[in-house]
């Protein structure tokens, strides 16, 4: 089975500072790896994914993430946070399950990113 | 291209009701699928469906089940309503090809208060 961890349930960072979210996944095969924001009242938004290739992946509003296959870990990051970025950030993880080509993506419990003016 | 909405965003029911939600995916798009979110067990996957087919199911009760229509609309249903069913559904489309890797995108969620 699939899992997915995010350690801290809040992340506190001064505006203008670089900021790190973390995530680390379980599963058997290739993992298929997401990060996704939520504001308030509002559905999730895509930030960005790792399929293959290069273990950097650029996404939306200057997010990165890096994947690391060793750590078994996918940390979200920007080098200069926004008091706008101030959300909640989800990881989430996709494995395809045989036969079924199923789109079932396994979610982190999130974390709240406060960014202090 | 409009993206993926929802109906309705709010409802208020009472226990032992039932409810039936909507979901319009974006054009072009044929996977949809059905997530639950509450505060204490966060994003949790209820059901995916790919041409009128559920395709995966997740570990909730019979009480809640879904259809897909041929312009790839979806319904999600929940009969027999408890408290514990509040909560944020969400839906997120795909363009669903088998083997690919595409990303949903989700609406905006139907907030459920049952009393």
């Known amino acids: 089975a699939q899992s997915v961890a995010q350690p801290e349930d809040q992340v506190n960072v001064a505006e203008g500072n670089p900021l790190t979210v973390k995530c680390t996944y379980s599963?058997?095969?290739?993992?298929?790896l997401f990060w996704y924001v939520q504001y308030p009242n509002r559905g999730l938004q895509f930030l960005l994914k790792y399929i293959t290739g290069d273990n950097l992946v650029k996404g939306s509003y200057g997010f990165e993430a890096e994947f690391n296959k060793s750590q078994t870990s996918f940390h979200l990051k920007k080098p200069s946070a926004l008091v706008s970025d101030s959300a909640l950030y989800f990881c989430a993880v996709r494995e395809l399950y045989s036969g079924a080509g199923s789109y079932q993506l396994t979610f982190g419990k999130g974390t709240k990113l406060s960014v202090i003016p | 291209k409009a993206g993926v909405t929802q109906t309705p965003r709010y409802l208020i029911k009472t226990r032992g009701q039932q409810v039936t939600l909507s979901c319009s995916p974006i054009s072009g798009h044929r996977s949809v699928s059905w997530y639950q979110q509450t505060p204490g067990q966060g994003l949790q996957f209820l059901f995916e469906y790919f041409s009128e087919t559920q395709r995966n199911k997740g570990n909730f009760p019979g009480r809640f089940s879904g259809r897909q229509f041929s312009n790839s609309r979806s319904e999600m249903n929940v009969s027999t309503l408890e408290l514990g069913d509040s909560a944020l559904y969400l839906c997120a489309s795909s363009l669903g090809d088998g083997g690919r890797t595409y990303e949903q995108y989700f609406g905006p969620g139907t907030r459920l208060t049952v009393t």
């Open positions: 599963v058997s095969g290739n993992p298929y």
